[in-house]
């Protein structure tokens, strides 16, 4: 027996698509609470705690007598007995008096057993797992120095503590059509002068050169759509997790002939301040020197 499809919507970068036809597995509805925003995570979780002591209390309610000092027929008190039930509680002004309310209530205990240990792994999992804390520059800048064409990226880091052993991959999505007339998309890597950072600690400039043999020598300057991925990937000092970012740049967002400005400020006392406020701010390449500096 075929198992029941869904839809699924992915934001990523910018780009908004949506697969028919997915199955559902035993784990994806645990992803799914992964996934969803506090907010609605939080509705979501009251929503079904709220449902669940209804249908007991209801169940309760038409049992009467099966409840100490409950009054026949309650859904008011059924409900509140549940609650103190499933939450094992029991403040012992309602306790079940006969063989049927201690079967209901055990099943409640069972229940609400396995309803914490799902939310307390959810809520764990929810504030444990890595954040990227990677800021990206809003725009790509392309700038010719010392007769080499440049592309740049500019990303830093946000924590307080540096990443360690940091790789990164800008990749070219381009559409092909083959002999049948038929289109489809692929990938290719544009070679990084530096795709490794063995301590990040403050902000990084990825560089790639446009020569004859990159696969933006013939599309950058054209009308054609562009799109570039970019991936970074490090070690959380701190944590010592794996922690991963990305960005993806359209052909608007590349800022041909200029640099981005410093964001570096050296102070007399020794230390160095960074503006991460001016991460994305450009401007006209007047110093190519300057334009070709990592930060």
Known sequence: ??????????EFGGIRAVKHGAPWGPGDIYYELMEMRWRTFVGVVTAAFVALNLLF?????????????????????GFFFSVETIATVGYGNMAPRTVAGHAVAVVEILTGLFLTATLTGLIFQRFARPRDGM???????????DGRRLAMIRLAGTRARPLADVTARIGLIETVQVSTGREYRRSRDLP????????????WTLVHVIDADSPLAGVIDGNVPLRLTVTVRGLDTLLSNQVFA???????????GHEFVDIFDYR?????????ARLHETRQATDPQAAASPN
């Open 1 to 10: 027996m075929a198992r029941p499809a869904r839809r699924q919507q992915i």
């Open 57 to 77: 209390g209801a169940v309760y309610a038409l049992m009467p007598g099966a409840i100490d000092s409950m009054p026949p027929g309650s859904l008011f008190y």
């Open 135 to 145: 800021m990206f520059s809003d725009k790509l800048v392309v700038v010719e120095i």
């Open 192 to 203: 990084l002068v530096n795709s490794q950072n063995a301590m990040m600690l403050l902000a």
């Open 246 to 256: 990305s960005k993806i740049y359209g052909r608007d967002d590349i800022r041909h």
């Open 268 to 276: 007399p006392d020794g230390s160095v301040h960074v503006d991460l």
